[in-house]
């Protein structure tokens, strides 16, 4: 017999199951949080273009992509803008060249996103782990 009580509790599994994060890269540089043009041509006097850049959080939606690709000029491709919560702007980014783009989104919209050849493996959920900045300083109380 069916139980028809409607106080009964109902079990239903979860609409939108969660993505985990990604932070994996398919390259194994160290990667530096660039702030300005400056920034990024000391990395490149003290790395070379073995490195990856990583935008501030949510820079894509403050600053945007323009910024972002004067920032990183050549190096586009190897970096990382920070787009927040807009899956618009993590768009934009991966067709201009930028190499990932970190964004926070559903787990529906990622599925959507990661549907297109074009940006599997470039969105990612989180955040990757940055570098110490001291490495870039040749004396401790040196600023970049």
Known sequence: MLNTDPLRPVHQERPDPGTGSRTSLPVHYPVFVISSRHEMEQVILSQGNRFLALSMESAGNSFGIPWWLEITETQKHQSILDCGGSPA????ALDAGIGWAVCRIGAAQFRA??????????????RPPSSPRHNLREHAHDSL
């Open 113 to 126: 996103l990661e549907t297109y050849d074009r940006y599997r493996g470039r969105i990612l959920t989180t």
């Open 89 to 92: 702007i993590a768009r934009q």
